[in-house]
């Protein structure tokens, strides 16, 4: 079954990670797929393999002109947005001690502004078609404590805040908000930890690490009509790490 058939959907940071899953996923359930990322070598690699029902437009989130001229381009073709997913994230393993208002100011630019630029653009074109689903990546650091990445921490944390504000006030528009929460997922954002893959996977309770399809999976529903009642949730993809 095609559970985004004929829908129009723009996946941020899709050049690669979760992202580009998100993406290849969203294109095998029918939706035509705008990718967006900063990296545009890799962003059009992925477009070109997924085919025509997907296309790459290089943007920073953290950009309100970006985000006018890529809204202004998915619209002028297709006229609809039907999902936003915020996905395009940075991180920082950094305490508070160590953090300097330089990196404070670049993890909000992207996790936070991006996300509300993010949703201030695209809720217009989604009023207008009574419907919508927002899908806002935070982390499990934006459900309980993450001593050793303080403003990525806060970054996620306001993340989930904003998604439940913006869910309240778009829900009489028929527009669905949503924040995914995932645990330690296997992608290049790991690097930064500059742990290894073993000990990695021992933090995690189920014993390995997620992989980017489980996390996609469960974005895939949020933005089709299989969550048509769930709105300013949280949705937790972490092999029981803060169970
Ligand atoms: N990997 C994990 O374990 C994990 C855990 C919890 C939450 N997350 C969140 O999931 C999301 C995806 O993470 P990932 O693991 O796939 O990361 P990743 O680093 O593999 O991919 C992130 C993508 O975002 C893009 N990006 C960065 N800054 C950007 C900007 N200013 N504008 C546009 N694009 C930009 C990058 O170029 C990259 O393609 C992020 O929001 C991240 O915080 C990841």
Redesign the pocket.
Known sequence: MNRLDRKVALI????????AAEASLFVSAGAQVFI????EA?GIEVASRLGEACEFIR????SETDWSRVVESVTRHHGRIDVLVN?????RLLGLGDTSLEVWDQLVA??QT?VFLGMRSVAPVMKKNGAGSIIN?????GLAAAPRAHAYSAT?WAVRGMTKSAAAELAPFGIRVNSV?????D????DEIGSTPEKLDARVPMGRRGN?DEVARMVLFLASDDASHCSGHEFVVDGAMKA
Request: charged content about 15%.
């Open positions: 941020t940071g899709g050049a690669r990670g979760m992202g967006t990322d900063v990296d890799e943007q920073d989130v953290a996905n395009a994230g940075i991180f992207v996790n991006g990546l935070s982390s499990i650091a996620k929460h995932p645990g330690l997922i992608t290049r954002m790991m980017v």
